[in-house]
Each structure stands twice: as structure tokens, then as C-alpha cells.
């Protein structure tokens, strides 16, 4: 009998993979040159069909203007979501965020992707740009919220707060600052492979977050401006067959017993 439950026991389905968002891989982040309307960000390869792409710029002209951005689009022409296309927070010392996102990559998503501005930044002026790839397993995934914040701080970027209405959401946050990031706090990670090279400004992102989270950035010198965005994605399970399974696992059990009973009368 311990033989037979042993056996049992061994039919049992196996658990399910962790579900829910990974780090597929991160984009190398850039610093634009002056006088540019573009900048691309790229992935050592293409993101897989069904991963949630995630990628995020600075504008900053010196001006009293966020920029006109045109598009967000891969080497495919495939086009990104994006999350604020005109972003009513601007900060002069820092410049303007935007979020832009594939909820799904198709099958023939482009391992590089780029913002498209309707003009030239100008001379001595900057463009950054952040991108991080996310594989998700046994679901999907759709936004959940948006939220921007500019101003001025001591010496960290704590806002904005974005809001989480479900359990396990992916949080991606990033800041323009006036001065470089060093370091991040409350369970975030670096976006795109950390601070961008030339200016110190930075993404990060937590993978399964459950309550209202506010961005956390330390730079250390103070006063502090800053223009930042954060969005939130939720993570939507794939309907599972449970009949299927029970059926799949009485069968299983039906034979256990049947070989079972076949060698007691033998």
C-alpha cells in the first residue's frame, strides 16, 4: 500500500512555474547628441511574442517647452503605446519624461526601438533614453495607471506615488534630475541597465509590487529638480482547464489502481 500512494503521489501534476513578470533583458541606455530629434535604444536581441516592453525618454532643450514628440516605433515599424504624449509637468533644469509601451511584442518585435521628435533639441541640450524587456509567465498583461511629478526636492525623487490596484503589478518609474542619481531605495531596480552614461538620470522598475508605491531616487546634492512619470502594469492569469487537469489526473489514478489490483490477484 505505501508503494501505491508513493506511485500516486508521483502522478500528481506538477506545480505551476512562478507566474508573473521577469526581467526578459534590459536595453542599453544613450545619451543623445545636440541638435538631435531621435534617440534609439536596443536590446541584444528582439523581445519575444507576449513580453511587455517597457521604454522611457528625456527631452530638454533649455526652453519652456516638454517637446513634440511624433512617435515611439521598433525596426519593424511596430508602434508604442505612449503612456503621455503631452506631458504637462516640465521642469527647466531637468526636462520632460515619457513612458512608452508594447503591452504584447508581436512576432516580429525589433530589438530596437526609438522616440521621433517633431524637432531638434538644439545645441548643448540632451536626449536620454531607457528600454527594459519583461517575459511573462501564465498570463498577460494590461496598464493599470499612469502618474507624472515635477518640482523641486532636497536631495531625492519621491513622487509621483503610482497607484497599484491589484496584486503582483510590474511599477516603472523614471526621473530627469538636476543632478545624478545614485542611488535608488524601497525595492527598486535600475531600468535599462543602470543611470544613463553622461548625465546620471534614471529608470527603475519592481516586478510584483501590491500597494501604492512611490518612486525613490538619492542624489545627493540638493536643491533637487526634477521632472519624473511612472506607470503601473497588472498582471492578468491565463484562464486555466481545470477539467481537463481533473480528467488527466483520474485517468492517471484509474490506472495506478487497475495495475495495482492486477498484481494482488497475481
Known amino acids: 500500500m505505501k508503494k501505491l500512494i508513493i506511485t500516486i503521489a508521483s502522478v500528481l501534476l506538477p506545480l505551476s512555474a512562478h507566474a508573473g513578470f521577469t526581467l526578459n533583458q534590459p536595453g542599453v541606455n544613450s545619451n543623445g547628441t545636440a541638435n538631435a530629434s531621435s534617440i534609439s535604444c536596443t536590446f541584444a536581441s528582439n523581445p519575444a511574442p507576449g513580453d511587455l516592453v517597457v521604454v522611457s525618454s528625456i527631452w530638454?532643450?533649455?526652453l519652456a517647452d516638454a517637446?513634440?514628440?511624433?512617435?515611439?516605433?521598433?525596426?519593424?515599424?511596430?508602434?508604442?503605446?505612449v503612456s503621455n504624449a503631452v506631458d504637462l509637468d516640465w521642469e527647466a533644469a531637468a526636462g520632460t519624461t515619457r513612458i512608452a509601451y508594447l503591452l504584447s511584442a508581436p512576432a516580429n518585435a525589433n530589438?530596437?526601438?526609438?522616440?521621433?521628435y517633431a524637432t531638434t533639441n538644439g545645441a548643448g541640450n540632451l536626449l536620454v533614453i531607457f528600454c527594459?524587456?519583461?517575459?511573462i509567465t501564465g498570463g498577460t498583461a494590461a496598464l493599470d495607471s499612469i502618474a507624472t511629478s515635477s518640482g523641486s526636492s532636497g536631495a531625492s525623487?519621491?513622487?509621483?506615488?503610482?497607484?497599484?490596484?491589484?496584486?503582483?503589478?510590474?511599477?516603472?518609474?523614471?526621473?530627469?534630475?538636476?543632478?545624478?542619481?545614485?542611488?535608488?531605495?524601497?525595492?527598486w531596480s535600475y531600468g535599462g541597465g543602470g543611470t544613463d552614461p553622461a548625465y546620471g538620470n534614471a529608470a527603475e522598475y519592481q516586478l510584483s509590487a501590491s500597494s501604492n508605491t512611490a518612486l525613490a531616487m538619492t542624489t545627493g546634492s540638493s536643491p533637487l529638480y526634477y521632472d519624473s512619470s511612472a506607470i503601473s502594469f497588472r498582471f492578468v492569469?491565463?484562464?486555466?482547464?481545470?477539467?481537463?487537469?481533473?480528467?488527466?489526473?483520474?485517468?492517471?489514478i484509474f490506472k495506478i489502481m487497475k495495475g495495482s489490483i492486477f498484481m494482488i490477484k497475481h
Open 132 to 135: 527594459d524587456d519583461f517575459k
Open 157 to 187: 525623487v519621491v513622487s509621483p506615488t503610482i497607484g497599484v490596484s491589484y496584486p503582483n503589478d510590474l511599477i516603472y518609474g523614471m526621473a530627469a534630475t538636476s543632478y545624478a542619481v545614485t542611488s535608488l531605495s524601497g525595492g
Open 60 to 62: 530638454w532643450d533649455g
Open 67 to 81: 517637446g513634440t514628440l511624433n512617435s515611439v516605433t521598433d525596426g519593424n515599424s511596430n508602434a508604442y503605446t
Open 237 to 252: 492569469p491565463t484562464p486555466v482547464n481545470t477539467t481537463g487537469q481533473i480528467n488527466l489526473f483520474l485517468g492517471n
Open 111 to 116: 530589438k530596437t526601438i526609438t522616440f521621433n
